[in-house]
């Protein structure tokens, strides 16, 4: 897979992020519906977060979809993925204070989970016209880029929930997976443009990032390369540089290769 210019836009095909929307609802949904009281008061890695917490924040990344859906477009700029990925960092202390809100205002999280399921597909299920827009709070994009905010929003925090839970796996939709990985790779490039260093998400993303020499024909000098689920925990914070390095989930050859500087890219 060659690396990805970041000098336009990536796309993503509108039917097969509705797909992959739907698997990892689904795949989420099978695993909060199996939890236990004393399972929702598990602890989290994301600070003071319990199971509780999360479960409500996923229900919410969700409901989203029908409820921004219904609220009037203002006719202002349209923002990009790459736009709304920048934004979750400078978001993240009112995200944490909506999913407390959120948590201790909501009944069962079991049933709010699965009642945010259901009215998320039914957006999905629409027949929406390609340049239908969605107005969140921070702009409005295209809807069919924001059902991949969606994706990126449930791959992650799937992966805290299975942290939370200690499960050995958890069975992620490959489109999501991918997608979510592209995300985040993309976020890197923009966040630091160049083509001195190549990171590298087998089998999923490719880009070139961090000013330099650019690099154009045989081995690069400056690799990292890891793998997609490492790549997503790196890239939010769930994992840092350092102890990525020590349990060999991340290689980074060359001078320049040390990424830990632009990592987060989004929480």
Request: hydrophobic fraction near 45%; glycine fraction near 8%; charge should be negative.
């Amino acid at each position: 897979m060659p690396p990805v210019s970041r000098s336009r836009a990536r796309t993503y095909d509108r039917l097969k992020s509705r797909a992959a929307l739907r698997a990892e609802a689904g795949a989420i949904g099978a695993v909060v519906a199996g939890l236990d009281d004393a399972s929702l008061d598990l602890p989290t890695r994301l600070g003071g977060w319990r199971v509780r917490e999360l479960v409500v924040h996923l229900a919410g990344a969700l409901d989203a979809l029908p409820r921004f859906l219904a609220a009037p477009d203002d006719g202002g700029p349209t923002s990009t993925i790459g736009d709304w990925a920048a934004g979750t960092r400078a978001g993240a202390a009112a995200i944490e204070e909506d999913a407390f809100e959120r948590a201790a205002a909501a009944g069962d999280p079991r049933e709010v989970f699965a009642g945010a399921v259901d009215a998320a597909l039914a957006v999905v299920d629409a027949d929406h016209a390609p340049e239908r827009r969605i107005v969140h709070r921070r702009g409005a994009m295209l809807l069919d880029d924001y059902l991949v905010t969606r994706l990126v929003e449930t791959v992650v925090h799937a992966d805290d929930l299975a942290d939370a839970l200690a499960l050995d796996a958890f069975p992620h939709d490959r489109h999501a997976l991918a997608t979510t990985c592209r995300v985040l790779a993309d976020a890197l490039a923009t966040k630091a443009p160049g083509g001195a260093v190549e990171l590298r998400v087998p089998p999923f993303a490719v880009v070139q990032c961090v000013e330099g020499p650019r690099h154009t024909r045989g081995t690069p000098p400056n690799v990292v390369e890891t793998m997609p689920l490492p790549w997503i925990r790196l890239a939010t914070g769930r994992l840092t540089w350092a102890d990525a390095l020590d349990v060999a989930e991340l290689t980074a050859s060359g001078e320049r290769s040390d990424l830990s500087s632009l990592l987060p890219v989004m929480t």
